[in-house]
Protein backbone atom coordinates (compact mmCIF):
# COMPACT_ATOMS: atom_id res chain seq x y z
CA UNK A 1 0.00 0.00 0.00
CA UNK A 2 1.27 3.34 -0.62
CA UNK A 3 1.18 5.96 2.25
CA UNK A 4 2.85 7.48 4.97
CA UNK A 5 3.32 5.66 8.36
CA UNK A 6 4.13 7.35 11.61
CA UNK A 7 5.08 5.67 14.44
CA UNK A 8 4.79 5.35 17.25
CA UNK A 9 1.33 6.44 17.70
CA UNK A 10 1.54 7.30 21.48
CA UNK A 11 5.27 8.16 22.89
CA UNK A 12 6.11 9.13 26.48
CA UNK A 13 8.98 10.96 27.92
CA UNK A 14 10.38 11.47 30.85
CA UNK A 15 11.57 15.19 31.37
CA UNK A 16 14.83 16.49 29.98
CA UNK A 17 14.79 13.43 27.08
CA UNK A 18 15.24 13.56 23.99
CA UNK A 19 12.67 11.52 21.92
CA UNK A 20 12.60 10.60 17.95
CA UNK A 21 9.09 10.25 16.20
CA UNK A 22 9.73 8.33 12.91
CA UNK A 23 7.71 9.39 9.31
CA UNK A 24 8.00 7.39 6.00
CA UNK A 25 6.47 7.65 2.73
CA UNK A 26 6.59 5.40 -0.24
CA UNK A 27 4.88 8.02 -2.36
CA UNK A 28 7.70 9.27 -4.30
CA UNK A 29 7.16 12.79 -2.83
CA UNK A 30 10.21 15.24 -2.10
CA UNK A 31 8.45 17.25 0.00
CA UNK A 32 8.04 16.30 3.95
CA UNK A 33 6.64 18.49 6.54
CA UNK A 34 5.79 18.08 10.18
CA UNK A 35 3.45 19.53 11.87
CA UNK A 36 2.36 20.18 16.39
CA UNK A 37 -1.43 20.63 17.05
CA UNK A 38 -2.02 21.19 20.37
CA UNK A 39 -6.06 20.98 21.56
CA UNK A 40 -8.59 22.75 20.43
CA UNK A 41 -6.09 24.67 17.96
CA UNK A 42 -4.71 24.20 14.46
CA UNK A 43 -1.59 22.64 12.88
CA UNK A 44 1.74 24.60 13.16
CA UNK A 45 4.30 23.86 10.86
CA UNK A 46 7.83 23.19 13.21
CA UNK A 47 10.43 21.97 9.92
CA UNK A 48 10.25 20.98 5.79
CA UNK A 49 11.87 19.33 3.87
CA UNK A 50 11.48 19.74 0.04
CA UNK A 51 14.61 17.92 -1.38
CA UNK A 52 17.03 14.72 0.50
CA UNK A 53 19.96 16.73 2.61
CA UNK A 54 17.93 20.06 2.78
CA UNK A 55 15.19 21.12 5.12
CA UNK A 56 14.17 24.75 6.61
CA UNK A 57 12.41 26.01 9.78
CA UNK A 58 9.07 26.60 9.83
CA UNK A 59 7.12 29.10 12.19
CA UNK A 60 8.26 27.00 15.29
CA UNK A 61 11.40 24.99 15.33
CA UNK A 62 13.03 25.93 18.50
CA UNK A 63 13.44 22.78 20.81
CA UNK A 64 12.93 20.77 17.50
CA UNK A 65 15.92 18.92 14.99
CA UNK A 66 15.15 17.10 12.08
CA UNK A 67 16.87 14.88 9.23
CA UNK A 68 16.48 13.69 6.01
CA UNK A 69 19.19 11.65 4.53
CA UNK A 70 16.97 9.37 2.45
CA UNK A 71 13.77 10.73 0.30
CA UNK A 72 11.34 8.51 2.46
CA UNK A 73 12.19 9.62 6.03
CA UNK A 74 11.89 12.65 7.60
CA UNK A 75 12.71 11.79 11.52
CA UNK A 76 11.88 14.45 14.28
CA UNK A 77 13.70 14.55 17.00
CA UNK A 78 11.95 16.50 20.33
CA UNK A 79 14.89 17.92 22.28
CA UNK A 80 15.50 18.89 25.77
CA UNK A 81 15.02 22.18 24.79
CA UNK A 82 11.51 21.86 24.06
CA UNK A 83 9.89 23.18 27.34
CA UNK A 84 6.53 22.40 26.65
CA UNK A 85 6.72 18.54 24.17
CA UNK A 86 3.22 17.77 25.47
CA UNK A 87 1.50 17.53 21.64
CA UNK A 88 -0.31 15.94 18.97
CA UNK A 89 2.45 15.72 15.88
CA UNK A 90 1.71 15.10 12.61
CA UNK A 91 3.86 14.26 9.57
CA UNK A 92 2.81 14.99 5.72
CA UNK A 93 4.27 14.88 2.44
CA UNK A 94 3.29 15.91 -1.04
CA UNK A 95 4.78 16.30 -4.29
CA UNK A 96 5.74 20.38 -3.75
CA UNK A 97 2.84 22.04 -5.32
CA UNK A 98 -0.24 19.44 -5.38
CA UNK A 99 -1.97 18.48 -1.45
CA UNK A 100 -0.23 16.99 1.12
CA UNK A 101 -1.27 13.98 2.66
CA UNK A 102 -0.64 13.21 6.15
CA UNK A 103 0.51 10.32 8.49
CA UNK A 104 -2.30 9.15 11.79
CA UNK A 105 0.14 11.21 13.97
CA UNK A 106 2.06 10.97 16.88
CA UNK A 107 0.73 11.59 20.32
CA UNK A 108 3.82 12.87 22.60
CA UNK A 109 3.27 13.21 26.07
CA UNK A 110 5.46 14.55 29.42
CA UNK A 111 5.54 12.13 32.33
CA UNK B 1 -8.79 9.97 21.22
CA UNK B 2 -7.84 13.76 20.62
CA UNK B 3 -10.63 16.16 21.17
CA UNK B 4 -8.96 18.57 18.57
CA UNK B 5 -12.17 21.24 18.30
CA UNK B 6 -12.67 22.24 22.03
CA UNK B 7 -11.89 25.70 21.28
CA UNK B 8 -11.96 25.89 17.74
CA UNK B 9 -15.42 28.19 16.28
CA UNK B 10 -18.07 26.02 15.54
CA UNK B 11 -21.00 25.82 12.73
CA UNK B 12 -24.22 23.70 13.89
CA UNK B 13 -26.44 22.55 11.01
CA UNK B 14 -29.12 20.37 10.48
CA UNK B 15 -28.87 17.26 8.83
CA UNK B 16 -29.44 17.68 5.11
CA UNK B 17 -29.08 21.83 5.04
CA UNK B 18 -26.16 23.21 3.33
CA UNK B 19 -23.02 24.42 5.52
CA UNK B 20 -20.44 27.15 4.62
CA UNK B 21 -16.82 27.60 6.07
CA UNK B 22 -15.01 30.41 5.61
CA UNK B 23 -11.19 31.22 5.71
CA UNK B 24 -8.65 34.43 5.50
CA UNK B 25 -5.81 33.48 3.96
CA UNK B 26 -2.45 36.07 4.61
CA UNK B 27 -0.17 35.96 1.75
CA UNK B 28 -1.30 37.40 -1.31
CA UNK B 29 1.41 35.33 -3.60
CA UNK B 30 -0.01 32.09 -2.80
CA UNK B 31 -0.73 30.04 -5.53
CA UNK B 32 -2.44 27.01 -4.09
CA UNK B 33 -5.11 26.26 -1.80
CA UNK B 34 -6.37 23.19 0.12
CA UNK B 35 -9.41 22.00 2.63
CA UNK B 36 -9.06 19.21 4.63
CA UNK B 37 -11.38 17.59 7.49
CA UNK B 38 -9.44 16.24 10.28
CA UNK B 39 -11.66 14.18 12.67
CA UNK B 40 -10.64 13.61 16.66
CA UNK B 41 -7.55 11.27 16.97
CA UNK B 42 -6.74 11.17 13.32
CA UNK B 43 -4.73 13.13 10.53
CA UNK B 44 -6.35 16.03 8.09
CA UNK B 45 -7.89 14.62 4.82
CA UNK B 46 -7.82 16.11 1.86
CA UNK B 47 -11.05 17.29 0.51
CA UNK B 48 -10.62 19.80 -2.45
CA UNK B 49 -8.02 21.89 -3.56
CA UNK B 50 -7.86 25.26 -6.02
CA UNK B 51 -5.21 27.23 -7.65
CA UNK B 52 -5.18 30.47 -7.79
CA UNK B 53 -5.91 30.88 -11.44
CA UNK B 54 -9.75 30.25 -10.76
CA UNK B 55 -12.65 31.06 -8.45
CA UNK B 56 -14.35 28.50 -8.31
CA UNK B 57 -14.06 24.46 -8.44
CA UNK B 58 -16.61 21.59 -7.62
CA UNK B 59 -16.24 18.03 -6.03
CA UNK B 60 -18.79 16.04 -5.00
CA UNK B 61 -21.01 17.57 -2.22
CA UNK B 62 -18.27 20.17 -1.70
CA UNK B 63 -17.36 23.52 -3.89
CA UNK B 64 -14.74 25.74 -3.17
CA UNK B 65 -14.69 29.49 -3.63
CA UNK B 66 -11.45 31.84 -4.11
CA UNK B 67 -11.92 35.48 -3.70
CA UNK B 68 -8.38 36.97 -4.25
CA UNK B 69 -8.84 40.53 -3.93
CA UNK B 70 -10.08 40.01 -0.26
CA UNK B 71 -7.85 36.90 0.03
CA UNK B 72 -10.96 34.43 0.85
CA UNK B 73 -11.48 31.07 0.64
CA UNK B 74 -14.84 29.11 1.33
CA UNK B 75 -15.76 25.46 1.80
CA UNK B 76 -19.44 24.85 0.97
CA UNK B 77 -21.11 21.47 1.41
CA UNK B 78 -24.34 20.67 -0.33
CA UNK B 79 -26.88 18.42 2.32
CA UNK B 80 -24.72 17.86 5.01
CA UNK B 81 -24.84 14.49 6.87
CA UNK B 82 -23.67 13.35 10.21
CA UNK B 83 -20.65 11.79 9.04
CA UNK B 84 -19.09 15.48 7.92
CA UNK B 85 -18.96 16.29 11.61
CA UNK B 86 -15.28 17.42 12.37
CA UNK B 87 -12.89 20.22 12.35
CA UNK B 88 -12.45 21.81 8.73
CA UNK B 89 -8.67 23.33 7.84
CA UNK B 90 -8.20 25.86 5.17
CA UNK B 91 -4.21 25.60 3.84
CA UNK B 92 -2.28 27.50 1.56
CA UNK B 93 0.77 26.74 -0.45
CA UNK B 94 3.30 29.56 0.19
CA UNK B 95 6.40 30.05 -2.06
CA UNK B 96 9.59 31.14 0.26
CA UNK B 97 12.94 31.61 -1.40
CA UNK B 98 13.44 28.63 -3.56
CA UNK B 99 10.66 26.22 -1.83
CA UNK B 100 7.15 25.72 -0.56
CA UNK B 101 5.22 25.81 2.56
CA UNK B 102 2.05 24.29 3.52
CA UNK B 103 0.77 27.06 6.29
CA UNK B 104 -3.06 26.31 7.96
CA UNK B 105 -5.80 28.31 8.86
CA UNK B 106 -7.34 28.08 12.58
CA UNK B 107 -9.93 25.64 11.71
CA UNK B 108 -13.74 25.41 12.14
CA UNK B 109 -15.36 22.60 13.87
CA UNK B 110 -18.90 21.83 11.88
CA UNK B 111 -21.67 19.89 13.88
CA UNK B 112 -24.32 18.26 12.67
CA UNK B 113 -27.30 18.07 14.06
CA UNK B 114 -29.82 14.90 13.37
Known amino acids: DGGITQSPKYLFRKEGQNVTLSCEQN?????MYWYRQDPGQGLRLIYY???????QKGDIAEGYSVSREKKESFPLTVTSAQKNPTAFYLC??????????FGQGTRLTVV | GESVGLHLPTLSVQEGDNSIINCAYS??????FIWYKQESGKGPQFIID?????DKRQGQRVTVLLNKTVKHLSLQIAATQPGDSAVYFC?????????????FGSGTRLLVRP
Open chain 1, 92 to 101: ASSSQTDEAF
Open chain 1, 27 to 31: LNHDA
Open chain 1, 49 to 55: SQIVNDF
Open chain 2, 27 to 32: NSASDY
Open chain 2, 50 to 54: IRSNM
Open chain 2, 91 to 103: AENIAEDSSYKLI
